[in-house]
């Protein structure tokens, strides 16, 4: 248990120190940039854009506002957005975040799954038509990108069979089946083609001759030796891509009118609004870190070889 508890603490020591720099980083960045965050800002006059700094706090020192930033974000203030009629960066995010973590939520968990189950066939059945096909789909999968599956989905079930809604966010579940399945098509691939790799090296090991020759089955051998080891690799690359996708993915959400945090982020670069890109880039880098975490976790209670070493 100690060993557990140095652990976690530690690696939670690690992430605040990994947030802090990112956040100071992300802060500098944007105070180098050119240009102001304001609308028409060519049409203003110096006492105009003077009188702006001044109620926005850009006229203090750097240092100054970056201790005041680093302040507030600690208790959850990321300050107002520029170009929303002053708007809480905070409230304009959570209005937009649900949609964006549900969506690469259910696209995740449902890519996997289909994908790891795929992959597992892919092996058991090596060398076949299911093995090409499989392989075939997860090479597809990869190179066809997210938003060119979302018009084809579209075209298909929305405006030719009329199954499902077009687009919008107002029709519940029914609203998220075919942005879903357009985002999942990505981790379903790499499910797909990292399990079948793995699966058909470990079901060629010495140990597991050993249980065919015990008599055990071979789908109790696949999925219960074989998926196990299989897995590892899987999850180093589904944790970036989870947080990927929760964080939105802008051309789908547009396709579908989706009111997530993908357009938001775009229109906030575009016009220097300051607050808004250091809320977004600090959510996401929260998430990412997190997802590591908990990758490290699983490591440890998938592989039976990855241990926290007991320090003597």
Not at 265 to 289: G, P
């Amino acid at each position: 248990m100690n060993r557990w508890i140095r652990f976690i603490a530690t690696r939670l020591l690690y992430m605040a120190l990994t947030l802090f720099v990112i956040a100071s980083v992300t802060f500098f960045l944007m105070s180098a940039l050119p240009g102001t965050p304001y609308n028409n800002q060519d049409k203003l006059t110096e006492l105009q854009l003077a009188t702006l700094n001044a109620k926005y706090g850009f006229d203090k020192p750097l240092l100054v506002r970056y201790g005041n930033y680093m302040r507030n974000i600690l208790h959850g203030d990321f300050g107002i957005s520029l170009q929303f009629s002053d708007q809480p960066v905070a409230s304009l995010l959570g209005s937009r975040i649900g949609p964006s973590i549900q969506l690469g939520l259910q696209a995740v968990v449902f890519g996997t799954i289909i994908g790891t189950i795929m992959g597992a066939i892919a092996a058991m059945k090596q060398n076949t038509f299911v093995d090409v096909f499989c392989q075939l789909f997860a090479i597809t999968g990869r190179s066809v990108p997210n938003f060119v599956v979302a018009v084809i989905l579209q075209f298909i079930f929305a405006v030719t069979l009329n199954w499902l809604p077009i687009g919008l966010w107002n029709d519940g579940f029914r609203s998220t089946i075919l942005p879903t399945l357009a985002l999942s098509i990505s981790p379903m691939a790499d499910a797909a083609r990292f399990i079948r790799t793995e699966m058909v090296e470990v079901l060629s090991s010495d140990y597991i001759e050993l249980a065919r020759a015990k008599g055990m089955g071979e789908i109790r051998i696949a999925f219960t030796h074989g998926l196990r080891n299989a897995l590892i690799p899987l999850i180093t690359t589904l944790g970036p891509m989870t947080v990927s996708l929760m964080t939105g993915s802008l051309v789908v959400e547009n396709i579908f009118a989706i009111p997530g945090i993908g357009e938001q982020f775009t229109k906030s670069i575009l016009s220097n609004d300051y607050y808004t890109i250091m809320a977004v880039t600090i959510l996401y880098s929260t998430m990412l870190v997190a997802v590591i975490f908990v990758t490290d976790i699983l490591y440890q209670l998938i592989d039976p070889r990855v241990r926290v070493e007991e320090k003597h």
